[in-house]
């Protein structure tokens, strides 16, 4: 087996030991970019290789394979481009105000150092400090939410138990802080944090609504318990959004026509995981996605000048209308 086949087997083993459910051949064909063909020889390779290999349909009749847990701990190589992206992933979650996650990953690097022989960690630490210097992540500033570790500590295991939250709450419009029960679904990250959640006191069945977390003045876990809705979806919820904040009266058809001078930089972006853009005949770009949140877009809208135009919505024209600068030397 040439050396880049071995290293291909190796993560494929690994990947099958790692995932409870097991995977299917078209996760191999994703994460190896292969055919199907290929992904199915690669399968009869590891069955024949690791007889407890277990093989199993799931409820939508997919074929899975998967493996005890520890059948290929001896054959890891655990290498200093791992390390630094842990440690990456610690230091982004510490910016995004996600202290309770980040120290979950500090728990877990600790424990996947302590698997590494001792005759490696040398090498792999001076290897991993040179990764890190050479991303600049660690080094970079900029403003970010304070989080109080006691608040994200209680909102972490109310989402984890389904138990019922009692906050003091201040949101913008209010003079002081309120007491509120809430129900919490899930957590949204970005420039702020913004906890997800029903509040039984609406009487709007089923309204859920965003809150932000650094407005929690303070938090207690109560002995209540609810249900989460089978049919809520985090991921569909976050993306009726533009940002972070939703407003259900905004949601609505967004479109946005970048001018022939920035059309090539707005190709580069990503403006909602469910958008659709068009290249006029001029050169032009114009996007299209639904989401609510037109503070949020008008704030980026600022950041490109007048080389956008608000086509759809009406009111986030009116926002953005005589805040168009003609004299920024960039777009984003």
């Known amino acids: 087996m040439a050396s880049s086949k071995a290293e291909q087997f190796l993560d494929l083993t690994t990947m099958v030991s790692g995932?409870?459910?097991?995977?299917?051949?078209?996760?191999?064909?994703?994460?190896?970019?292969?055919?199907h063909r290929?992904?199915?020889?690669?399968?009869?390779?590891?069955?024949?290789?690791f007889p407890e290999v277990e093989i199993f349909s799931d409820d939508d009749n997919h074929k899975r394979w998967r493996m005890p847990g520890g059948t290929v701990r001896d054959l890891v190589n655990i290498t200093a481009d791992e390390l630094a992206s842990i440690d990456l992933g610690i230091v982004h979650l510490k910016r995004d105000g996600s202290v309770v996650e980040a120290k979950m990953l500090e728990s877990l690097?600790?424990?996947?150092?302590?698997?590494?022989?001792?005759?490696r960690i040398a090498r792999i630490e001076t290897d991993h400090d040179a990764i890190l210097e050479a991303q600049g992540f660690v080094a970079r500033s900029g403003p970010r939410p304070r989080i109080d570790e006691e608040v994200a500590g209680a909102i972490a295991e109310a989402i984890k138990a389904c138990r019922v939250l009692e906050v003091e709450y201040r949101s913008m419009?209010?003079?002081?802080?309120?007491?509120?029960?809430?129900?919490?679904?899930g957590l949204l990250s970005g420039l702020r944090r913004y906890l997800v959640a029903h509040e039984p006191a609406d009487l709007r069945k089923n309204a859920i609504k965003t809150y932000r977390v650094d407005s929690i003045v303070s938090v207690r876990l109560t002995d209540q318990y609810f249900e989460r809705p089978d049919d809520f979806n985090l991921q569909t919820f976050a993306n009726r959004a533009f940002g972070l904040y939703q407003r259900d009266e905004e949601y609505g058809e967004v479109v946005w026509r970048?001018?022939?001078?920035?059309?090539?930089?707005?190709?580069?972006?990503?403006?909602?995981?469910?958008q659709t853009?068009?290249?006029?005949?001029?050169?032009?770009?114009?996007?299209r996605f639904k989401a609510s949140g037109h503070l949020e877009m008008a704030w980026h809208l600022y950041s490109w000048g007048?080389?956008?135009?608000?086509v759809e919505p009406k009111a986030l024209r009116a926002l953005v209308e005589g805040h168009q600068r003609s004299d920024f030397p960039s777009t984003p």
């Open 19 to 35: 995932r409870r459910t097991g995977v299917t051949l078209e996760d191999v064909i994703e994460r190896f970019e292969v055919s």
């Open 277 to 287: 853009e068009e290249t006029m005949e001029d050169g032009s770009l114009v996007i």
């Open 173 to 185: 419009a209010d003079k002081a802080s309120k007491k509120r029960l809430l129900c919490p679904y």
């Open 38 to 49: 290929t992904a199915q020889r690669m399968m009869r390779s590891l069955e024949d290789r």
């Open 109 to 119: 690097r600790e424990k996947v150092i302590s698997m590494i022989p001792r005759q």
């Open 258 to 274: 970048f001018k022939p001078e920035a059309a090539i930089q707005a190709k580069g972006f990503l403006f909602h995981p469910d």
């Open 306 to 310: 007048d080389r956008v135009e608000v």
